[in-house]
């Protein structure tokens, strides 16, 4: 073709473009069940990047609490004036401590993610107490930290450990299945034998409720052997990197099986036999921690898992479900799960899922449907767990192409609404992924910077390093509440937070 013809067919073209563009029903039409969509001229000539929110995460002003009411101006100063005429001390001692809690209270509006049912900032109280003792008492207190793919490798767990550990005590990467299928940055691992994995979610097979705390086992049939080293990761805190405690949680078929730990940089070997059939553990405690073990075994037993940690505290538990969208508890055996979890000493239930059912997700009976799902799974942990502490962590931003350009999926924040909602009336915390990452449209803006990767669902490794920081700062200022009404007294302090209620 000659230039002249290539330019008027380009012009003719856009012109005709243009007038489809004009005509096109807005919200275009139904074919086959399929919505075909035509973008306007306005949405056409419009800069998308005006749809793009800034990602200035450290500017909290829009999350700053408002000044105190009148009403409760005066509340407060009827109550120091109260208190003045019968002890100058104590006026000044209690006018301190309202100055305290009023610098909690704009400190977790103003980075605080986590929603408390009935805003009962006591809700963490009894875990960071039972965190407290665990060291005291030479236990080790277990955080299992359950996820879709979106935690693979540690990642934000991590975070988690470090937090927990520095100011609890504790140290080794904790709980991991025998045969590891995904990498992770907290241990070296590996696995030969007869091994039959055995999982409620994604391959293997099904095993009728006979699946553990990680959802999932491996079926030892005959030999086996399991080897550990310590990280080889730079990023890798440096407490995950010692173990001296390891812990085998099985399921004993015939009566007989036996398992052999070996540390040959201290020269440790120890074996220990099976007391019987059913469900059951052995645990070695080495006289000095070290940074590399082999477990020989022999017999017939479903392996649930292996708790690797270093002295007493607390152990954060990296559980990945795969392509799970969290409604996998309820497919365990009762019996089976409060076992585990009795034996495992578990002090909190982290629930990380939502995101792999919002593309599923098209009307407001999903949404429902899948909530109702989520308080199946809390009712079942809650009742084969009693004592732990549950939070819930919903999904992310997550992008899908609509009309040229990747936006948020539409019902994302109606569904994080109702997790929210869900989570409150069944007394469980909810951290709020989505409102950390900037709410709508923000997944496009950390795709930008790089903490997303370009499937617009999944974080990069510095990605999962800022929500797990936030996550873990997030748990330090719930930490201060704790250690504030610890050394007010809870009935002091709950008398002021209500008298400087907002």
Not at 406 to 427: F, H
Request: hydrophobic share 35%.
């Amino acid at each position: 073709m000659k230039p002249w013809q290539i330019t008027l067919f380009i012009f003719l073209t856009i012109i005709l473009l243009g007038v489809i563009s004009y005509f096109y029903p807005k919200d275009g039409f139904k074919m086959l069940g399929h919505s075909i969509i035509f973008p306007t001229l306005e949405e056409v000539l419009k800069d998308n990047r005006d749809s793009i929110p800034e990602l200035d995460l450290e500017d909290k002003e829009s999350r700053k609490i408002p000044e105190p009411t009148i009403f409760n101006r005066r509340k407060r100063e009827a109550l120091i004036a109260e208190i003045a005429k019968e002890d100058s001390l104590k006026q000044k001692r209690i006018e301190e401590q309202i100055d305290t809690i009023e610098n909690i209270r704009s400190t977790l509006s103003d980075a605080g993610y986590f929603y408390l049912p009935n805003n009962d900032v006591s809700y963490f109280d009894n875990f960071f107490a039972r965190a407290a003792e665990a060291k005291l008492r030479g236990e080790v207190l277990r955080v299992l930290h359950y996820g879709d793919s979106q935690i693979e490798m540690d990642r934000m767990s991590g975070n988690l450990r470090v937090f927990f550990q520095s100011h609890f005590g504790g140290g080794g990467p904790g709980l991991v299945p025998v045969v590891q299928t995904v990498a992770s940055y907290a241990v070296l691992q590996s696995a030969s034998g007869t091994f039959t994995l055995y999982s409620s979610y994604g391959d293997g097979a099904r095993a009728r409720g006979n699946y553990g705390h990680m959802l999932k086992c491996h079926r030892l049939t005959g030999r086996g052997t399991f080897i550990a080293n310590a990280s080889s990761s730079k990023r890798t805190d440096g407490r995950v990197k010692k173990f001296s405690q390891i812990t085998m949680l099985y399921n004993d078929h015939d009566g007989n099986f036996s398992a052999t730990l070996i540390d040959k940089k201290n020269g440790y070997d120890s074996t220990f036999a099976s007391k019987g059939k059913g469900i059951q553990s052995m645990r070695w405690d080495m006289d000095s921690s070290t940074t590399s073990i082999k477990i020989n075994m022999q017999g017939v037993a479903d392996i649930y898992g292996i708790m690797i940690d270093n002295g007493p505290g607390v152990s954060v538990d990296n559980i990945p479900l795969r392509s799970s969208s969290g409604n996998q508890f309820t497919l365990v055996t009762d019996s089976i799960l409060r076992k585990c979890y009795k034996l495992s000493n578990v002090g909190m239930v982290i629930m990380q899922f939502g995101g792999n059912s919002v593309p599923a997700i098209y009307n407001l009976k999903s949404i429902n449907d899948y909530c109702a799902q989520m308080q199946l799974q809390i009712e079942k942990i809650r009742s084969t767990c009693p004592n732990a502490t549950i939070l819930f962590i919903g999904p992310s931003d997550m992008s899908t192409s609509y009309k040229g350009s990747m936006q948020t999926y539409r019902l994302l924040p109606e569904l994080v609404s109702n997790l929210k909602d869900m989570c409150n009336r069944n007394n469980v915390a909810y951290w709020d992924l989505y409102e950390m990452m900037g709410g709508k449209n923000s997944m496009v803006a950390w795709v930008q910077k790089g903490w997303a990767g370009p499937d617009y669902i999944h974080f990069t490794p510095a990605g999962a390093q800022y929500a797990g920081k936030q996550l873990s700062d997030n748990f330090a200022m719930m930490y201060e509440v704790y250690k504030t009404r610890r050394r007010m007294g809870s009935e002091q302090f709950d008398s002021l937070w209500e008298a400087t209620e907002r």
